[in-house]
């Protein structure tokens, strides 16, 4: 049986690839490339922004975000077998998400129609605050519910989406945002 | 004994983590997200091509990924604890790349000092040559050439990085690019 390695410090394989890791180390690496896609998705925009203003960036960033989510939707059907067409499914793809390990995110069920997602650490947020030029109200407010409705109308197009706080926070211990996914039969 | 999830299929769990899941389906997200990650750099790429054309894109694309290299060599080379300062080091850093799922690459490690890495299967190519605009030029000729260039400085400035193979293929080639690197005492 194949020994599994933690980390890659040993010699040189050539045939070396990420199926020789043990389990620990591969979910090392999932976390780590967390943070990596996070990043190159800001440096696009913020190379963009710093040519050809916040305008056109916010402009790119809406157009790659509406195509990518169903990318990263099919993913989860495909490599997570999340389907259905309930809340249930939407709170799956929350948790199993690529970007997940880098937000502090609460996730409560009420039923299998019904889910509350609530943010209390995201690095966009803090790192928008920081730079303190408002888009926040651009990235957090307009394109996230753009994107929250792309991904519950994957599941189900009667799914509602509903923004029930959004930043600006009222300071550092205020909750980043949370937004409410709802089904509503025959309304 | 904790029985590992193959996929996420069964009822929602409030306290779901990665670790719950299979060494196998692990591995699978970690191969999707590579091919996650090249469709989030090539979109924006074509995103801002269409809006503001090839140079803007081209221009960007080579900043971020000059600055880029260089946290994702740290990145990979902390977490999976690879350091030295040879070729032998270097090729390790490329085989374990987010990226490494993407394309179908031989690594001939020659010594210590001298590698040859050939591309037998690239997306990025593959979808150029599609296009049809020998857009080659910008992005295989220039861009991976700086930043073959930086990963190697990243380990040894004396490294050196020389193109053996780029596009465009001959028909009926299955090498899309073929790079040396050696270090030059």
Redesign the interface.
């Known amino acids: 049986m194949m020994e599994l390695l933690y980390d890659y410090s040993g010699d040189f394989d050539p045939s070396f690839d990420h199926s020789k890791l043990s389990k620990e180390g591969l979910v090392d690496l999932l976390h780590t490339y967390s943070d990596y896609i996070r990043r190159l998705d800001g440096h696009w925009y913020l190379s963009v922004m710093n040519r050809c203003g916040n305008d056109t960036a916010f402009a790119c960033d809406t157009e790659v975000w509406e195509r990518l989510v169903l990318y990263e939707l099919k993913i989860a059907r495909d490599l997570l077998n999340i389907r259905g067409d309930d809340a249930v499914a939407v709170a799956k793809v929350f948790q199993a998400s690529p970007w997940f390990w880098m937000y502090r995110c609460g996730i409560d069920l009420k039923s299998r129609d019904h889910l509350i997602i609530t943010y209390t650490s995201c690095p966009t947020l803090f790192a928008l605050e920081r730079e303190g030029a408002g888009r926040e109200r651009q990235i957090c407010v307009d394109l996230e519910m753009k994107i929250f409705m792309k991904m519950a109308h994957f599941y189900n197009p009667k799914m509602k989406v509903t923004a029930l706080k959004l930043p600006p926070r009222s300071g550092p211990d205020d909750i980043c945002c949370r937004w409410e996914f709802k089904i509503e039969e025959n309304k | 004994m904790t029985k ?1 999830l193959p ?3 069964g ?4 306290d ?4 719950k899941l ?2 196998e ?9 590579s091919n ?2 090249r ?3 090539a ?2 790429y074509v ?2 091509m269409k ?2 054309g090839n140079d ?1 894109a081209f ?2 694309d080579t ?2 990924w000059e ?2 290299i260089n ?2 060599l740290d ?1 990979v080379c ?6 030295g300062n040879d070729v ?1 080091t270097l ?2 850093a490329m ?2 790349t ?1 990226w ?2 993407v394309h179908n690459r ?4 020659k010594d210590k000092n001298r590698a040859v890495i050939t591309y037998r299967d690239c997306q990025t190519l593959l979808h150029l040559e599609k296009e049809g605009t020998e857009r080659w030029d910008t992005i295989c000729h220039a861009l991976e050439r700086r930043l073959f260039e930086l990963t190697a400085e990243y380990f040894n400035p004396k490294i050196k990085v020389t193109a053996l193979k780029l596009p465009p293929r001959a028909r009926g080639s299955d090498i899309c690019c073929q790079w040396e690197f050696k270090l030059e005492e």
């Open positions: 590992f996929d996420y299929s009822p929602f769990e409030p779901f983590s990665h670790e299979s060494r389906a692990l591995l699978k997200i970690l191969k999707g997200n996650y990650l469709r989030l750099d979109t924006w995103t801002i809006k503001c803007l221009e960007c900043e971020i600055k880029f946290y994702e990145t902390e977490t999976l604890n690879i350091h032998a090729i390790k085989q374990a987010p490494m799922w031989t690594f001939e490690l």
